[in-house]
Structures are given as structure tokens and as C-alpha cells.
């Protein structure tokens, strides 16, 4: 059985900083593009960060230069690093593990972690 898990949500003030982790079971998480996405009330799920099997990363343009992604594949986790935070920031954060074998894609969510900016 394949889960992910989420941890490291919370309430932070403004300009502060949070590091997420999710922890995946049930996959050869090596193989697998990681993603972190998040939504807030009212919104669109959009795309925060991800990184590849090989470890190179990619984030969205608001994210870049605060949110960092790295992964250990020896401990099956993937982190979100989050820095100068900002109240638009708020939303849950969604892990998402994802390849393609084949045809044929396997995508895997887990359950998110509310993180919420304010003072």
C-alpha cells in the first residue's frame, strides 16, 4: 500500500520560516518526480516545486528564491524548505509522487498539511 505523508504544517508569522516533509511508503521513491503543491480556500490546486529522480528541481515563479526542494532518497522523504513566508503562502501543501512506466503513469497524493501565515 502506497502512502505519503505530510508533516511540518503550522502557523508562522510573516517572514518566517517552515520546512515540510513527506515521507513515502509503498514505492521505489528513487524512481519517482516528487512534487509539492499546494491550495488555498477558494482556489486552484497549483504546483509549488518538484524534483526528478535525479534530483534536479524546478519551482514556480513566486516561489523561486524562497522555497527550496531536496530530497533523501535514502530515507524515502522530500522536503520543502519555506522562507520569508507570506500570508498568500497560506494554503495546504500537498505532496505528489509521480512517473510514467511505460504508458501507463502512477500518481500517489498524500493527505496535506495546513500552513497558515499570519500575525
Known amino acids: 500500500q502506497v502512502q505519503l505523508v505530510e508533516s511540518g504544517g503550522g502557523l508562522v508569522q510573516p517572514g518566517g520560516s517552515l520546512r515540510l516533509s513527506c515521507a513515502a511508503s509503498?514505492?521505489?521513491?528513487?524512481?519517482?518526480?516528487m512534487y509539492w503543491y499546494r491550495q488555498a480556500p477558494g482556489k486552484q490546486r497549483e504546483l509549488v516545486a518538484n524534483?526528478?529522480?535525479?534530483?534536479?528541481?524546478h519551482y514556480a515563479d513566486s516561489m523561486e528564491g524562497r522555497f527550496t526542494i531536496s530530497r533523501d532518497n535514502a530515507k524515502n522523504t522530500v522536503y520543502l524548505q519555506m522562507n520569508s513566508l507570506k500570508p498568500e503562502d497560506t494554503a495546504v501543501y500537498y505532496c505528489n509522487a509521480h512517473r510514467v512506466q511505460g504508458l501507463l503513469p502512477y500518481d500517489y497524493w498524500g493527505q496535506g498539511t495546513q500552513v497558515t501565515v499570519s500575525s
Open positions: 524534483i526528478t529522480s535525479g534530483s534536479s528541481t
Open positions: 509503498g514505492i521505489i521513491f528513487s524512481l519517482y518526480t
